[in-house]
């Protein structure tokens, strides 16, 4: 009997072990296909806070609910970045656009600074779309259109964005007249509990915080002042 059970540890040990790998090899394929089509996701190569980009150009792509959410795990809302398989994802909380309660959920991002950017910088919002297999809710972390401000920084290429003074949704995606920047995940409305857990962690809670009483002239860590003149 002894026997018996080891084997079939064993053999559960073996067939979560060909999982994991699997899925990592999955993960693995879905970024360097993004690799190998940045320049039609950003034909100047220019990536800066251009997260935005990635979210159209998957969108518009024929991809499964579970593709579409993998796909987003590898690039940074925030900066553009391209994320490494096997990145953990930070817990926060953004503001419901139409109600301003905070919603946590996961974030995956490049570098820390772009959590607290979009804490503090952008709005989310749960919407449906129709996708391979069928439509689906999802939930979009937005940013006020940036197109008309006169400090948009220039670091950032403004045709990526807009038509002038309004979104281009040839471009970029837009929900109630406001861009898109990228995926968040497991989102759901805060508990006091939730609050508490990201305001103690060392990241969210206390890198956040100094981030914050950096003045915007002076910062000069993750995007810097970039996403922020765009975002705010």
Not at 118 to 141: C, E, Q, R, S, W
Request: charged share 30%.
């Amino acid at each position: 009997m002894k026997i018996i059970l080891k084997a079939i540890i064993f053999s559960l040990f073996l067939n979560a072990s060909g999982f994991a790998e699997v899925n990592f090899q999955q993960k693995k394929f879905y970024y360097e296909n993004l690799v190998k089509n940045w320049s039609k996701i950003f034909p100047d190569k220019n990536r800066n806070a251009a997260g935005p980009r990635f979210f159209k150009y998957l969108i518009d792509q024929n991809l499964t609910y579970e593709e579409f959410k993998e796909y987003n795990k590898f690039y940074c809302p925030v900066s553009g970045s391209l994320i490494n398989p096997g990145e953990k994802p930070d817990y926060i909380f953004v503001k419901e656009l139409k109600t301003e309660k905070n919603i946590c959920g996961k974030l995956y991002r490049c570098c820390w600074p772009c959590s607290c950017d979009l804490m503090n910088y952008a709005k989310v919002k749960k919407i449906k779309h129709k996708f391979k297999d069928g439509t689906k809710k999802i939930d979009v972390l937005l940013i006020n259109n940036p197109c008309s401000k006169k400090d948009f920084p220039k670091e950032v290429n403004k045709n990526y964005f807009c038509n002038q003074q309004r979104l281009n949704d040839e471009e970029v995606f837009v929900v109630d007249g406001k861009l898109v920047i990228g995926l968040f995940y497991e989102a759901k409305k805060c508990l006091k509990t939730d609050i508490k857990k990201v305001e103690a962690n060392e990241i969210t809670g206390t890198f956040c915080a100094l981030k914050n009483d950096v003045p915007l002239e002076e910062m000069n860590i993750g995007m810097g002042d970039i996403f922020i003149k765009m975002a705010r």
